[in-house]
């Protein structure tokens, strides 16, 4: 069973839940959070209801789970982080994160991939732990170098985005590094 809580210094991340669609609403419909995201903005706050349903639909059946980022001092939700795959039989996750602008640069994605990490290696005895993000996102591949991934190669047209299709750079950690 994977948990539906971490807590840090200074952030909860808790399994998202329906009423956490507004505030993420926000977040998402936000482009230049999105702009490296493999969704478009959002427009309505049922598509952030709507996403929040699948997600946790893949978290019952412990192929993801997405925590909502919450600031502890507002108790403001500020961002979203968690594993977009697990593979247990193959010890691995693919992380996945985003944060309001208004947060950027302020340590939290930092913060937040940490505790995901040491979740991962320690208690979910994961070996590897993936990261795909977009060549241009200079921001995510800085933040995934100081957290110690390695840069794999870059997987050439992997996936669509808005209508096109993009380059995606690996990054990987394993325990062992």
């Known amino acids: 069973m994977i948990k539906t809580e971490l ?5 909860c991340l808790r399994k998202m839940d329906e009423g956490d669609a507004g505030s993420l609403f926000e977040i998402w419909s936000d482009p230049e959070v999105t702009k490296y995201m ?3 903005s959002f ?7 709507e996403m929040i349903l699948l997600l946790n639909q893949l978290a ?3 192929q993801a789970i997405r925590y909502s980022m919450i600031e502890s001092a507002s108790n ?10 697990i593979d247990l039989e193959n010890e691995k996750v693919e992380i996945g994160y985003e944060l309001s ?11 937040a991939l940490t505790a995901l ?16 993000v977009q060549p241009a996102n200079l921001p995510s591949i800085k933040l995934l170098n100081k957290l110690q991934f390695s840069y794999e190669g870059t997987l050439r047209q992997s996936e669509k985005a808005r209508g096109s299709f993009v380059d995606l750079a690996m990054y990987s950690r394993l325990r062992t590094d």
């Not at 602008?101 to 913060?111: D, L, V």
């Open 60 to 62: 019952d059946e412990n």
């Open 38 to 40: 493999d969704i478009s």
């Open 117 to 132: 990490l040491s979740y991962a290696f320690e208690t979910l005895s994961i070996h590897r732990v993936e990261a795909k």
């Open 7 to 11: 807590v840090t210094e200074r952030l």
């Open 76 to 85: 403001k939700i500020i961002g979203s982080c968690g594993f977009n795959v």
């Open 101 to 111: 602008t208004f947060y950027w640069g302020k340590g939290f994605a930092t913060e």
């Open 43 to 49: 427009t309505e706050v049922k598509q952030a209801e």
